[in-house]
């Protein structure tokens, strides 16, 4: 491990942060000035930027040294330092000013960065406006990614970007970049995540939602987050057109970004054709279909068939694309729903996407390569190869891909069976550990959509922030770090 590089990266990164974090502070000292100065809201906000920029200023000067030796081991630590950093570093406007616990704060921040947004906050409308934008704009950079919008904006990485860009971005080793230079291909990314911000808060606003909430929603629907500036969710919005603006742009959001890159440059044909594209949209269709005449038939939810279709759509491409907004308290609806929505949790978005979960394209994979040895066990001397569409996969990849759900299911199984020994009912445990390690927000039980985590067990807190971080880098950037060979030079 190079030590110096790593620090020295980190120390860029901070400066990111400190500069992040200057927006919510204009928010609060804007549109905050007539609430009470004990509530310390902007001495926060000036704390944390002063020690991100401190202890970014400090990494920079004493690790100064070039990034020649930037490998794969490098990547990983860079950006599990960076979650784990940027994340207590973030919380520190919520604890000085009082809102909640050290615990709570750095769960809540978590939540954020990682895009779970799973919540401890009994009642999201006493925060200060400064504080509910932080909690929104954490979950929008932690969405396109902190480092790849830091390999887009600092030429510092060099060559080693792409280790890290392949160590954060979802998707892992199955995304693929479609510009030669990976500092292009993060551009490419974040302007397209920029216009579609863009178009969506001005939808919302259409819609009727204020500018301030326009924003903040936007940034956590792009990010596929969850985080509202309403403890009702997007309930508190009933308006057709704000809720079917959000289901779309959450389905958009869920999808591979490099496809509407391709459906801009070319070729659109392959993107049109992109197999992870229309299981994506087969799969969520399919289970809006089945919820849909679930919730006809069983009258759980009552109304038009367009209320009953926009409800229907509305949980299925939240839970799926793991973004966690509610407009109704499904913990309510027939345990068959219930458990299809449990089952979503595990399927998540595309490759290159915002959304969390396992991703489409490792489904793909799993279920391809179970087939092929099958056939094997029929024909061992054949020789069969795994294919995603025309497209041949290495066996590095589909051992990648095999690994992965190995470890996601164990995790899963050891985070419910934490949850579960501190004293969550089974429902609740499950869906709490498929929630977060899927980086989804709301389970069911204690932990759904009505209710929240913040009678979770302070030790059950701390589970479920490794299981946030864990699985927004996908395992592998995080787990290898338990490896002693990674630590030696």
């Known amino acids: 491990m190079h030590f110096r590089s790593v620090f020295y990266v980190l120390g860029n990164l901070l400066l990111v942060l400190a500069v992040a974090l200057v927006v919510p502070l204009v928010a609060a000292l804007v549109l905050d000035s007539r609430i009470p100065l004990e509530r310390y809201e902007i001495l926060g906000f000036f704390l944390a930027i002063a020690t991100a920029l401190i202890l ?40 000085v000013s009082g809102a909640t616990s050290f615990t709570d704060a750095y769960f809540e921040t978590m939540s954020g960065f990682t895009t779970t947004g799973a919540s401890i906050l009994p009642k999201v409308e006493v925060l200060p406006h400064g504080l509910m934008l932080w909690r929104c704009q954490t979950q929008w950079m932690g969405g396109m990614g902190i480092v790849v919008l830091s390999v887009a904006i600092l030429p510092i990485l060099g060559i080693g970007g792409y280790r890290m860009f392949k160590a954060e971005v979802p998707g892992g080793s199955t995304f693929e970049r479609n510009a030669p230079r990976i500092k292009d291909t993060a551009k490419v990314l974040w302007i397209m995540y920029l216009a579609m911000t863009a178009i969506e808060t001005a939808l919302l606003m259409l819609g009727g939602m204020s500018f301030f909430d326009a924003v903040c929603h936007t940034f956590t629907t792009m990010s596929t987050g969850g985080f509202s500036t309403s403890t009702a969710s ?37 993107a049109l054709h992109n197999l992870e594209l229309k299981t994506y949209a087969l799969i969520n269709a399919g289970v809006i279909a089945v919820v849909f005449g679930v919730l006809r038939w069983s009258g759980a939810v009552t109304g038009g068939v367009e209320h009953l ?54 489904l793909i994979i799993f279920f391809k390569a179970v087939v092929a040895e099958l056939r094997k066990t029929i024909n061992p001397r054949a020789v069969i190869v795994v294919r995603v569409g025309e497209r041949p996969l290495e066996r ?37 550990a498929a929630a977060n390690l899927g980086n ?21 807190k701390w589970i479920l922030i490794l299981s946030q971080l864990l699985g927004r880098l996908e395992l592998y950037s995080v787990m290898v770090l338990l490896l002693r060979r990674t630590w030696v030079k």
């Open 56 to 95: 970014g200023m400090t990494l920079r000067t004493l690790f100064e040294t070039g990034l020649s030796q930037l490998g794969n081991r490098e990547g990983a630590a860079i950006v599990t330092l960076t979650w784990i950093t940027f994340s207590l570093i973030g919380c520190l406007p919520l604890v």
């Open 234 to 270: 997007l309930a508190g919005w009933p308006s057709p057109l704000v809720q079917w603006v959000v289901i779309t742009f959450m389905f958009l959001a869920g999808a591979n970004f490099s496809i509407y890159q391709q459906l801009i440059s070319g070729p659109r044909r392959k």
């Open 309 to 362: 279709l926009r409800t229907a759509a509305f949980q299925v491409v939240s839970i799926g694309t793991t973004t966690g907004f509610a407009t109704e308290d499904f913990e309510r609806w027939p345990d068959v729903l219930r458990l299809l929505l449990l089952l979503m949790m595990f399927v998540g978005g595309c490759t290159g996407s915002t959304g969390g979960g396992m991703k489409v394209a490792r």
């Open 396 to 432: 590095e990849v589909v051992t990648n891909v095999m690994g992965f759900f190995v470890m996601y299911v164990g995790i899963y199984t050891l985070v419910t069976l934490g949850l579960a020994f501190l004293g969550l009912d089974l429902m609740s445990a499950t869906s709490a």
């Open 440 to 460: 989804i927000g709301p389970g069911l039980g204690t932990v759904g959509p009505a209710a929240n985590y913040a009678n979770v067990p302070t030790a059950g």
